[in-house]
Each structure stands twice: as C-alpha cells, then as structure tokens.
C-alpha cells in the first residue's frame, strides 16, 4: 500500500492506494525517489502515466522547489488514464509541474524493427521542445496487447527510447519496470545493440528496474 512509501507526504495521501500490480512497487518507487536525490535531474520524461507521475512530480518539487517549470512530461496511452492521472495531481497541487499527454500505440518501423509502440510523431514533437533535453527517464509503458509480443519482436517498450533519443541529453540515466520479465529482458537485449545506449543491468527492486544511460 502506498502508506509503505518513504516520503511522508506521498505515505499519507497515497495511504489507501495498492501499488505494486498496475503500477510500479512501492520498493521501486522508493528506489526512483533515491535516484532523483542522487542525480538532481533537471526533466523527467516517463512513459506510463498513474501513481508514479505524483510521486515524480513531488520527488521533483522536493529537489528544486515550488517553481513555474514543468519537471515531469509523461506519455500515456489509455486517455481515461490520462485523465486520472491529471486528476490526482490536481488534487495533490501538483498539476503545473507535469505535462500529460496522450499517445495511441501504433505499428511502425524503429531502429529496422518492425514493433508497436507509441505514436509520437505529431503529439509530441509539437508540444515538447527539443531544448529540454531530458535527464531522467522511466519506462512503464506501453502496456502491450495479449499475447504481446510476437516471437522474435521486441515488445512495445523497445522503441520507447529510440523514439526520444533527440530529446535526451547524453548521459542520461532510464529505468525499465518490469525488467525481470522475458520481454523486458528481450528489450534490454535489444538496447544493448544501439551504439547510443549502455544498459547497465536490472536492479532487484520490486519487480525488477533495468537500469542504463544514454551515451
């Protein structure tokens, strides 16, 4: 339950919440809470909005104050989940840190794969500037269909990063949910042949955090 969390804050208003099987663990959000104390990053992009796009917002706040500046962009599939997730940082005042924003999953060609994953290609590119370049980024998303995926494809989250790379700055850390999962594993396999990622390993916290940096 979210009252596990080790922030107070979050531990009282997410008292009531599960976290662990939709969303990332309470261990792994912990775990994200540490990373963005250690690394100070300056944005934070995440893939897969809900419960960990409150508590990024807060870590955020917590490391550079009560500001005008969007922390947090994060990329979700489902609108209706984009929707709540919008919703719980209004009710938490943390709604201007955050930028939601709601991309279909389709078929497309990233990196010579054919694979499923994000529609970024107008949504995205129109709203968020290429002068950000991003810092610190989570992947828990997208949620693949059933029986996702096809033998020999990656899953849908291979094309996450591929699809941002422009926006990234070199050195950047990513973590990948679920990483102790045979597609996840696949996707980290994967990543590890691109010239512009350096996959570091998988933490074992929650569920597993592939964890890596943008070279």
């Excluded at 962009?73 to 709540?84: I, S, Y």
């Excluded at 290609?121 to 096809?150: H, M, R, Y």
């Excluded at 691109?194 to 592939?210: E, H, K, W």
Aim: with cysteine; charged share 20%.
């Amino acid at each position: 339950m979210g009252s596990a969390l080790r922030d107070p804050f979050l531990a009282e208003q997410l008292a009531n919440v599960e976290l662990g099987e939709w969303t990332l663990s309470v261990a792994s959000l912990n775990f994200v809470e540490i990373e963005v104390n250690r690394l100070e990053p300056r944005a934070v992009l995440e893939f897969g909005a809900g419960v960990s796009t409150v508590c990024l917002a807060h870590y955020m706040k917590k490391v550079h104050g009560n500001s005008d500046r969007v922390f947090v962009h994060t990329v979700e599939q489902n609108p209706q989940f984009a929707e709540k997730a919008v919703q719980q940082l209004k009710s938490l005042g943390l709604n201007k840190y955050v930028h939601v924003l709601h991309a279909p999953v389709r078929q497309q060609l990233i990196e010579g794969k054919q694979t499923r994953c994000y529609d970024l290609s107008a949504s995205f590119a129109q709203t968020v500037p290429k002068a950000i370049q991003f810092d610190f980024l989570v992947i828990d998303g997208p949620v693949g269909e059933p029986g996702a995926p096809i033998p020999g494809d990656p899953s849908t989250r291979f094309g996450t990063l591929p699809l941002v790379r422009s926006w990234v700055k070199p050195g950047s850390s990513f973590l990948l949910d679920d990483g102790l999962r045979d597609t996840e594993l696949g996707v980290a396999k994967e990543w590890s042949k691109l010239p512009y990622l350096q996959v570091d390993g998988v933490r074992l916290v929650g569920r597993g955090l592939v964890s890596g940096k943008f070279r």
